[in-house]
């Protein structure tokens, strides 16, 4: 496909314009009248990064060489698959994550915009969010990301205090991060959000609050507070297991969890969901589809999808799952237009139920079909005959 030109320039500049009408009206996040199984968020995978970190044990390469071309190619083959097999006709946000999405080119951001705005609506209030590492977006290149068509950024900060990054594995320093920090604010006023992480090794209660005060001195307006969670195979877990470093102490973490979410909400930010803060309306579109249970398509290798696909009657929702490999999925998807490895039928009470941070489930629109049916189940398993009883 060509290099996406003064469409795609101006497709980025209405975006640009739109976001910020909206947040001078409050726009309340006013969604589409379209039905439900129409309008979709999408995820797009980009599975490389430069490094692996000591804690991640995400879907993620680290390779030798990158034909970008090719995977490029692959991405707006499946997105365009997947777009018609779900009827979607319109796309309200779009997540660029991975792995390290920021070390893709902007012209394969711009080039599957451009794909996605030709198979279906994708409209100039659409949020479309970059994950980007500080190493690998400086000013320059956050510059050309704007003009491909992103209009917010979520920036794995993670932590404050160099010691700890390299304890984590970061190729960049808290200077860096600060730095990187300035010019996205800068370039993308309102619309950048950053990673913190918590409950790391040997880490206390007053330094990380200390980290978090500091943060607030230089974030925008989204804040997201991520727990370690030690995954068998990383590096740090080895770590740990082995005695070079102490458990992470969870008593520490909740208090870490407590005291940070109560600094949060007096800096003026609202928790909508268990790990994620924003003021002034700056939630994240794309997490609230997900927390909603909304539909969302997954392209890319590894990516998760949870769409209704064409022809089931507009009654089963699946979850799919795309090959994990990336060579393996571009193979599947230059033979079979997609490259998804599993499909899952999902009945109501497997939608993804989600828990807010007070352990309360977002049912909002679930609540009065869910409530009978967990009746009915429960009924069934009882008055069912018990083998051997």
């Not at 469409?7 to 975006?15: F, G, H, L, S, Y």
């Not at 309008?39 to 995978?45: E, N």
């Not at 950053?194 to 230089?218: A, F, I, N, Y």
Request: a positive charge.
């Amino acid at each position: 496909m060509a290099l996406p030109g003064a469409r795609a320039r101006a497709w980025a500049a209405a975006a640009k314009v739109t976001q910020r009408r909206l947040r001078a009206e409050g726009a309340g996040r006013s969604r589409s009248p379209k039905p439900a199984n129409q309008r979709a968020a999408l995820y797009v995978h980009w599975p490389y990064c430069e490094k692996r970190c000591s804690y991640c044990n995400f879907h993620k390469y680290i390779p030798r060489g990158v034909e970008e071309a090719a995977v490029r190619s692959c991405l707006v083959t499946e997105a365009q698959t997947l777009l018609r097999l779900s009827g979607v006709q319109r796309v309200e946000s779009v997540f660029f994550g991975g792995g390290t999405p920021s070390l893709a080119s902007p012209h394969t951001v711009a080039t599957i915009l451009e794909a996605v705005a030709q198979e279906t609506h994708l409209s100039a209030d659409c949020e479309v969010t970059l994950e980007a590492n500080p190493t690998s977006a400086p000013g320059s290149r956050l510059l050309a990301f704007g003009a491909a068509g992103i209009n917010r950024l979520s920036i794995g900060l993670q932590s404050l205090d160099d010691t700890e990054l390299q304890l984590l594995g970061r190729t960049h320093s808290a200077s860096d991060a600060l730095q990187t920090l300035e010019e996205a604010r800068r370039l993308f006023p309102g619309r950048v959000s950053v990673d913190l992480m918590l409950g790391l090794p040997t880490q206390q209660v007053g330094p990380w609050l200390r980290q978090l005060k500091e943060l607030l001195c230089h974030c925008d307006d989204h804040i997201s507070l991520y727990q370690l969670t030690l995954e068998r195979g990383t590096a740090l877990f080895t770590q740990v297991q082995q005695g070079a470093l102490p458990a992470p102490d969870p008593e520490l973490a909740a208090e870490m969890y407590q005291e940070g979410r109560a600094m949060l909400r007096e800096a003026g930010f609202r928790q909508y969901e268990v790990s994620n803060f924003a003021r002034n309306g700056a939630l994240s579109i794309h997490n609230w589809t997900y927390w909603q249970c909304g539909q969302y398509l997954g392209i890319g290798p590894g990516a998760h999808g949870r769409f209704m696909p064409q022809g089931t009657g507009g009654h089963i929702r699946e979850a799919r799952i795309q090959t994990l490999e990336p060579d393996v999925w571009m193979k599947e998807v230059m033979l079979y237009g997609h490259g998804t490895r599993k499909r899952i039928p999902l009945g109501k009470l497997e939608l993804g139920l989600r828990c807010s941070w007070e352990g309360l489930a977002v049912l909002d629109s679930l609540l009065l079909t869910l409530l009978p049916l967990l009746q009915e189940a429960w009924q069934q398993r009882v008055l069912s005959p018990v083998p051997g009883g």
